[in-house]
């Protein structure tokens, strides 16, 4: 693209494109050249040297290019900003009782049966979980067995699936 100062009789400067000095000429000579400002048809071409429109091409890359890795950065520090926190923290809850229910033995509605003969010596002593009336809790408690009542969400009553 060859881009050329132009002027019009009356001194409107402005710029021409063409595909080449012999565009420009043709396009002169066949009177399809006029000024924009006054339309007047009298349009020369003015001495300064002419020069390649390598400038103008590349502009419209770079703004283009700009905007897409903002907007995409943006919309990516957003949506996990605003989900990632609680996510990470339900997902270290749930591996934490996975965890728990992994080392543990499930012993049922036996366990407090199971965590007194633990306390008193009376079998081996291991991880155990299970069910406890509130009944058996507070006996167990009166009776200085620790117990920790854990609620286990949904759709972990069975990890090992
Ligand atoms: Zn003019």
Not at 15 to 35: I, K, V, Y
Not at 119 to 144: V, W
Request: hydrophobic content about 40%; some cysteine.
């Amino acid at each position: 693209m060859l881009v050329l100062n132009l002027a019009c009789e009356a001194g409107h400067g402005f710029e021409g494109w063409f595909g080449s000095a012999a565009d420009f000429e043709s396009q002169q000579q066949r009177g399809l050249l006029s000024c924009p400002l006054c339309n007047s048809a009298q349009v020369r071409r003015m001495p300064s040297a002419p020069r390649l429109n390598l400038s103008a091409a590349a502009e419209p890359v770079a703004p283009a290019a700009a905007p897409a890795p903002a907007m995409s950065g943006g919309e990516g520090s957003g949506g996990v900003g605003a989900a990632a926190l609680p996510v990470a923290l339900q997902r270290q809850v749930m591996q934490a009782v996975r965890h728990l229910m992994a080392n543990t033995e499930d012993v049922g509605d036996r366990f407090a049966e199971e965590a007194r003969r633990i306390h008193y010596g009376e079998t081996e002593a291991r991880g155990i979980r299970g069910q406890a009336t509130p009944d058996e809790a507070s006996a167990l408690a009166e009776e200085g067995i620790e117990v920790v009542a854990l609620p286990v969400p949904d759709g972990l009553k069975d990890p090992l699936q």
